[in-house]
């Protein structure tokens, strides 16, 4: 499960109410601290974050607005954070991109083809 938190993340932005992410603590050592760079990458669209050692509460319910979110070249994260442009109010700007390739080389033409509107 390890891999899929990233769109957990964007899941329970959707989700109402809170959902508590805990024990964790190996998303702080993956490509990336999936942690450190989920949480203020949705806190910038809008969404209340409260990152904690192993894990976060994620406040869900919110509608996502726009903003700029940094993958640090973890492809995960970026394709979490395409869904999440998807069910946000404004543009989501996702930095460093290119590693998508490396896991799933065809994402870009799949999202088109599902109907995700990207730049």
Do not use: Y
């Not at 805990?22 to 974050?49: F, N």
């Not at 607005?65 to 970026?78: K, L, M, P, Q, V």
């Not at 109010?89 to 065809?106: H, L, Q």
């Amino acid at each position: 499960m390890i891999d899929e938190f990233p769109a957990l993340f964007v899941a329970a932005a959707a989700a109402e109410g809170e959902t508590v992410v805990s024990g964790a603590a190996e998303l702080r050592v993956k490509e990336s601290d999936r942690l450190a760079a989920m949480a203020p990458g949705l806190r910038a669209l809008g969404m209340q974050v409260d990152e904690t050692a192993d894990g976060a509460p994620l406040h869900g319910g919110v509608r996502l607005g726009s903003g700029t979110i940094e993958s640090h070249g973890d492809h995960r994260i970026a394709m979490a954070c395409a869904i999440a442009g998807q069910i946000s109010d404004g543009e989501v700007r996702i930095n460093d991109i290119a590693n998508v390739a490396t896991s799933f080389p065809d994402f870009d033409g799949l999202a088109r083809s599902a109907g995700f509107n990207l730049a």
